[in-house]
């Protein structure tokens, strides 16, 4: 068997991809399909990116690779080129400006081009279970067009599963809920060997599901604040994987409502007739009031004691340096990256990516030299 796995959320899932090809060898991952769809604080433009927007990138007869040296066009970054360095399999576009018909015909075109007979649609989080009714649900249009394409495609499909809950969109009940339902068969849990060779990444990738992932094979335990203020509890369960019957899942969920998109805009048009807004809409929003960014000062160490003093107090173990960055402002990559060099510098202790460990801060904290 030779497969191409769908990053089903993005360049995070394609970490978790490419740790899963390593892990199970048995599924013969030759390529890995992925949005180029980075959070605002990357790339300021709400919205998954398209080949146009793109120079650099290699055609593979209708589908395209980026490689390392690719890069977008004009203002903004994609995590993509850099990606690719980091991974063994070719990192390929999915180009949604078609629809779901239009990924549908490159996901096949993959195939074509790297001699594989499946695919394998790889969420990490549990977001592509829900039925598309869970009031935490917040972004199921990346996960529901990579299913629906999958299917569409027509090439024969798995769907796997890690970290359930990680992204904290779904309960654990209805995540248990839609497990029980779909018969999902546990097929691994993931141990710190199996993320030491993409450790290197979380010093600069923004994906947090993913990175908890990789926290939760490393053996960490505890309880996590992310960006959207919700505290995720790392246990046991989150290193485990699940395999699920692709057209089952595809039938009872949101991609069954995109099955037949020609286009962006019909994606978001049935999103917002289904749930009143699409994900791109709240990106939009969020642009549109966001504070100006804010380059780290001196005082910046002050808020970030006193926040996870708070923390502390209210049974926090840490936080997601996403949530750091989010909390104080640091939202372009030149004031997320001076962020990162000061964490590093003056709070070594608990900086540690993807991580800031919420712990007593010796006195003379605030001296940073």
Avoid at 120 to 136: K, M, Q, R, S, Y
Avoid at 186 to 197: F, H, K, N, S, Y
Avoid at 243 to 263: D, G, K, P
Avoid at 331 to 356: G, I, M, W
Wanted: hydrophobic share 45%.
């Amino acid at each position: 068997m030779t497969t191409v796995a769908i990053a089903a959320g993005g360049g995070g899932d394609a970490v978790t991809a490419a740790m899963l090809a390593d892990k199970m060898p048995a599924l013969g991952v030759v390529a890995i399909m992925s949005y180029s769809w980075d959070r605002l604080i990357v790339d300021p433009t709400p919205g998954p990116r398209t080949r146009a927007d793109f120079h650099g990138l290699i055609d593979h007869g209708g589908v395209f690779e980026v490689p390392p040296t690719a890069a977008l066009h004009g203002d903004g970054k994609s995590t993509l080129p850099r990606l690719a360095g980091h991974v063994a399999q070719p990192l390929l576009l999915m180009d949604i400006e078609a629809g779901v018909n239009g990924l549908a015909r490159q996901i096949r075109y993959a195939a074509s081009a790297f001699d594989a007979d499946e695919v394998v649609v790889i969420d990490t989080g549990g977001d592509i279970l829900a039925t598309g009714n869970e009031p935490g649900l917040r972004s199921p249009l990346a996960d529901s067009v990579a299913l629906a394409a999958a299917i569409t495609s027509g090439l024969p499909t798995q769907v796997l599963v890690a970290g359930a809950g990680l992204d904290g969109e779904l309960s654990r009940a209805e995540l248990n809920s839609r497990l029980n339902a779909l018969d999902a068969e546990i097929v691994g849990d993931l141990i710190a060997r199996d993320a030491e060779g993409l450790a290197s990444i979380w010093s600069w990738h923004p994906s947090e599901a993913n990175a908890l992932l990789a926290v939760a094979a490393s053996g960490w335990r505890g309880s996590v604040e992310t960006q959207r203020d919700v505290v995720i509890e790392v246990t046991d369960a989150a290193t485990r994987v699940y395999r699920i019957a692709a057209t089952a899942l595809s039938e009872s969920s949101l991609a069954a409502l995109l099955t037949q998109t020609s286009s962006l805009e019909e994606i978001e048009r049935l999103l917002r007739e289904r749930r009143g807004y699409s994900d791109i809409d709240i990106e939009r929003e969020r642009l549109e009031h966001r504070r100006r960014p804010q380059r780290p000062t001196p005082d910046t160490l002050d808020i970030i004691d006193d926040y996870v003093a708070d923390a502390e107090a209210r049974g926090v173990d840490a936080l997601t340096v996403r949530r750091v960055i989010e909390m104080t402002h640091a939202t372009d990559p030149s004031a997320t990256e001076a962020l990162r060099v000061q964490l590093a510098h003056c709070r070594s202790d608990n900086f540690k990516p993807p991580l800031y460990l919420v712990r007593p801060i010796a006195d003379g904290r605030h001296v940073c030299d």
